[in-house]
């Protein structure tokens, strides 16, 4: 009833998280049973919720499980954010220790891409060439997994800005990376 209330669920890792947010008196929550966000999952919540925010540990497995979000909201009208947690916490730990905290945090949500952006962005360096790559390389590998083509240019506008690169470079790369792909997975289906 509180997903649908708000049009909006917040996306955990375990029941206790849960818990925790309800007994905080955010209530619009549910749990995915670790950290991957599915396509019949996602397929479930659309039917209520409008947006879904994700809320999973603030660790280089929370950041994995972003993008796979970001693929897996591929061809549903929903929109996905990222609420981000910080200090090693978790909902749980957040909700028990400092429930105003915890209901204050869940206002401050990012767009998914951006999340990760900015994660991958403090990885590597992008003053520099090797950082450059790497960070575009990782972000343009998930930007060609988006379906929409406006979504699509969006990202690829807010990598070009981060990196003050053009466009078109970052078209360039992408294009490559589509070739990679595209020959791996036709490698990895001859040899099957």
Do not use: C
Not at 16 to 25: E, G, N, Y
Not at 49 to 59: P, R, V
Not at 101 to 107: D, G, I, N, P
Not at 158 to 187: A, C, F, N, W, Y
């Amino acid at each position: 009833n509180a997903i649908r209330e708000k049009e909006a669920a917040i996306i955990m890792e375990g029941e206790f998280d849960v818990l925790s947010s309800v007994q905080a008196h955010v209530k619009h929550v549910v749990a995915v049973k670790g950290s991957a966000l599915t396509t019949e999952q996602i397929r479930l919540l659309s039917r209520t919720a409008k947006t879904l925010y994700l809320s999973l540990d603030a660790d280089s497995a929370g950041v994995e499980a972003t993008k796979r979000a970001i693929e897996a909201i591929q061809g549903f009208d929903i929109a996905l954010r990222v609420i981000p947690l910080t200090g090693g916490k978790d909902p749980d730990d957040l909700a028990r220790s400092n429930p105003a905290q915890w209901r204050e945090t869940v206002k401050h949500h990012t767009a998914a891409f951006d999340y990760v952006l900015d994660h991958v962005t403090k990885q590597h360096d992008a003053n520099t060439v090797s950082g450059q790559r790497l960070i575009a390389d990782e972000l343009l590998t998930l930007v060609l997994k988006v379906d929409h083509p406006v979504e699509r240019n969006f990202y690829l506008q807010k990598l070009s800005e981060q990196l003050d690169l053009p466009v078109h470079v970052l078209e360039e790369q992408m294009t490559r990376l589509q070739k990679k792909q595209k020959i791996s997975r036709g490698k990895r289906a001859h040899q099957t």
